[in-house]
């Protein structure tokens, strides 16, 4: 067990929708980054928030946003989700932006369909 | 960009065989982890490095950092079924997010 907490476990929902995605972060830990990991392109790096502020984007669609509240939860939005979407998402959590290591959570598997 | 890559992409192998499996890049990292991935799970961390030259050893794993901070190996001695997953190298550099390779997927058969 990592200690980081991810919900839903599994999420299905059909295009157009919408859905949010929750991550809570190793205790003490203030950096969570979101991946997106789908099977012909690897894990993704989408973004990252450090102690409630975005402080870095990777192959982030317009379409979907992220927050990280003052208890250092985060959520993940997706918007006008399409069959494309469909991928695990998983949540990481970092101590702090120096050398510190990356925990994973258990990730959601969301199938849009 | 930094791009990590991973060789070999598929290893199938039988229970007690020797294995050793490839990290690259062009770049330098200031650290490096390995992480094992079961299907439908998150990667769980196994090792991170952070010196040249630096070797570190957990049970059958051998993970081991080159000497320019560009590249990594990991050798399992004795390989067991319950070493069967997606092996994955993520790099970083000082105050920057970690960049991940394809990783390897790794089969040892009974």
């Known amino acids: 067990d990592s200690g980081v907490t991810q919900t839903p476990k599994h999420l299905i929902t059909a295009t157009g929708q919408r859905v949010t995605l929750r991550c809570s972060p190793r205790s003490g830990d203030l950096s969570v980054y979101w991946y997106q990991q789908s099977l012909d392109q690897g894990l993704q790096f989408l973004i990252q928030?450090?102690?409630?502020?975005?402080?870095a984007k990777g192959n982030i669609l317009e379409r979907f946003s992220a927050q990280q509240f003052p208890d250092l939860h985060s959520e993940l939005n997706l918007s006008s989700l399409e069959l494309g979407d469909s991928a695990l998402y998983f949540c990481a959590s970092r101590a702090g932006e120096g050398p510190y290591e990356q925990y994973f959570g258990p990730g959601t598997r969301l199938t849009v369909t | 960009t930094q791009l990590l890559e991973q060789s070999p992409q598929f290893l199938s192998i039988q229970e007690g065989e020797n294995l050793t499996v490839y990290c690259n890049s062009s770049s330098v990292f200031s650290s490096l982890q390995w992480y094992r991935q079961e299907p439908g799970e998150g990667p769980v961390l196994l090792v991170t490095?952070?010196?040249?030259?630096e070797v570190k050893k957990l049970k059958r794993l051998t993970f081991q950092f080159g000497d320019a901070r560009k590249d990594s190996s990991l050798h399992i001695t004795a390989a067991q079924p319950g070493d069967t997953g997606l092996y994955l190298c993520a790099g970083a550099h000082y105050g920057q997010n970690f960049v991940f390779g394809p990783g390897t997927r790794l089969s040892v058969l009974p």
């Open positions: 928030y450090y102690n409630g502020e975005e402080r």
């Open positions: 490095v952070v010196t040249g030259g």
